[in-house]
């Protein structure tokens, strides 16, 4: 180690920088929105001046007034920085990830700035801006906390059930009441505390679509309930040593029961676990994740929803088709095809056969036939551009592209069992237009 990271405490203390330009200007901004002191000078003010402040920095363009600032610093006892001399500085200035009381910093020692920039912007995608109020709710408890576990290994087990359950979700989230309630049943010994359930969007395959959000906390769970629309480059993101439960459909047996998925995600989070519900695309999206939050709200169980990108969006980004456009739609309207009992669905087929309309048919392979149908006889025109996407995102990716009074023909054709979306109007034109070849590659 070259270097040692320490941390100077900003509250009440005063920061000088010394000169004029650029240089000057962004060690000063460093310090916007902190509670330090900020004293500029042009030049040296002098030893007496410089006596006792927190921090100094030497970053004006004379070198002789350089010189003679850092000497008054040194006279003066206080740790100085002059920009562009290494060879001088008691400190670096590290480059810095800046959430309030959790502050990261990153030196290469004055070796290379450049370097440690990089490497923050890459820390700055991981922390979550909402870390900051994170640290903002331990510093609100860190009293408590104290009193109410004076031994060590008793205190740092509390702040681990504390910042990883379901006060931190809370936090995290910025309810800090829902926080401060978990905490105290984690300081009263409530064995649930720690139990947390997160609805997580899996999206629609490619791995590289979850939000930074849904890593976060795949990486942090405790079990994993996934079903199988979930792609299994997504459940290798799962952290290692995590349970997983498969809740789908295997082949040639039923699904398991909406309910018992349920008590499932229930029973875990009361045992005190940090349960994952991954599901395909996005848990609001004809995805149960409504009935799922209302049962665990129900029981009492923290929980919390991750959205994800939904396969209309997945599917229609990777195909290069706009859902709208200024010339083709003016609106999108995602349907289930899925009808109780098979034949069509009860939808509103006035209204979807609107001109300049997209229409997005999830869950619609085995009603197909019938949706253009209904679509055509309440006024569609037959020669809609369609666009049907199976497996999107994926290695399978299969896309064919037709007419709407063809659309039966074109699933046959095309061999599309699912899972696939319907893409309806005119914007199912536009996009990767070579369908032959998009067919061709997909069957390789
Ligand atoms: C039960 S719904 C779940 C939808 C999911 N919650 C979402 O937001 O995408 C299942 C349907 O989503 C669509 N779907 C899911 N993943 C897909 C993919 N990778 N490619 C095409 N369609 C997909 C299909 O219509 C499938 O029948």
């Known amino acids: 180690m070259q270097s040692f990271p320490a941390f100077f405490p900003l509250e ?98 004055g070796a290379a700035p450049t370097l440690a920039r990089d490497l923050r912007a890459r820390i700055e995608q991981v922390v979550p801006a909402a870390y900051e109020k994170l640290a903002a709710f331990a510093q609100r408890i860190r009293t408590r906390v104290t009193a109410r576990r004076p031994g060590i290994d008793a205190r740092r087990r509390a702040w681990e059930t504390i910042l990883r359950g379901a006060a931190g979700e809370a936090a995290l989230a910025g309810d800090m009441d829902a926080a401060e309630r978990a905490a105290e049943r984690v300081l009263s010994g409530d064995p649930r505390a720690r139990g947390v359930v997160h609805l ?26 996934y079903d199988k629309l979930v792609d299994p480059r997504v459940l290798d993101l799962v952290r290692r040593d995590a349970e997983r439960v498969f809740v789908g459909k295997a082949r040639g047996q039923h699904a398991v029961p909406q309910r018992n998925i349920e008590e499932q995600l229930i029973d875990a989070a009361k045992q005190g676990l940090r349960v994952v519900r991954l599901k395909g695309g996005d848990p609001f999206v004809f995805g149960r994740g409504g009935e799922e939050l209302e049962a665990l709200k129900a029981a009492d169980v923290a929980a919390y929803v991750v959205p994800g990108v939904t396969a209309a969006l997945g599917c229609a980004a990777e195909a290069g088709t706009p859902l709208t456009h200024r010339d083709h739609a003016q609106a999108v309207t995602f349907v289930t095809g899925h009808a109780k009992g098979g034949g069509a669905p009860d939808l509103d087929w006035r209204a979807l056969s609107a001109a300049k309309h997209t229409v997005v048919v999830y869950m619609g392979v085995d009603t197909a036939p019938l949706i253009a149908k209904k679509l055509i006889e309440a006024g569609r025109a037959a020669g809609t551009p369609v666009l049907v996407i199976e497996n999107g995102t994926t290695a399978r990716v299969k896309r064919v592209r037709g007419t709407l009074d063809r659309l039966g023909e074109l699933m046959v054709e095309g061999e599309i069992y699912g899972p696939a979306i319907l893409i309806i109007g005119d914007v199912a034109a536009l996009g990767d237009a070579d369908v032959a070849k998009i067919v061709a590659e997909a069957v390789q």
């Open 12 to 109: 009440g203390r005063r920061v000088v920088v010394i000169g004029q330009g650029p240089a000057a200007d962004a060690k000063a901004r460093l310090f916007d929105g902190s509670p330090a002191a900020l004293e500029r000078f042009d030049a040296s003010p002098g030893v007496e001046t410089l006596r006792g402040a927190a921090l100094v920095f030497v970053a004006g363009e004379d070198e002789a007034d350089r010189m003679r600032a850092w000497r008054a610093a040194r006279e003066a006892g206080v740790p100085v920085n002059v920009v562009d001399h290494t060879e001088l500085c008691d400190f670096y200035t590290p480059a810095i990830v800046d959430r309030g009381a959790l502050v990261i910093g990153v030196s290469t020692s």
């Open 200 to 225: 997580v969007g899996a999206g629609p395959g490619d791995p590289d679509l979850l939000t930074i959000k849904a890593l976060r906390v795949m990486q942090d769970a405790d079990v994993v309930f």
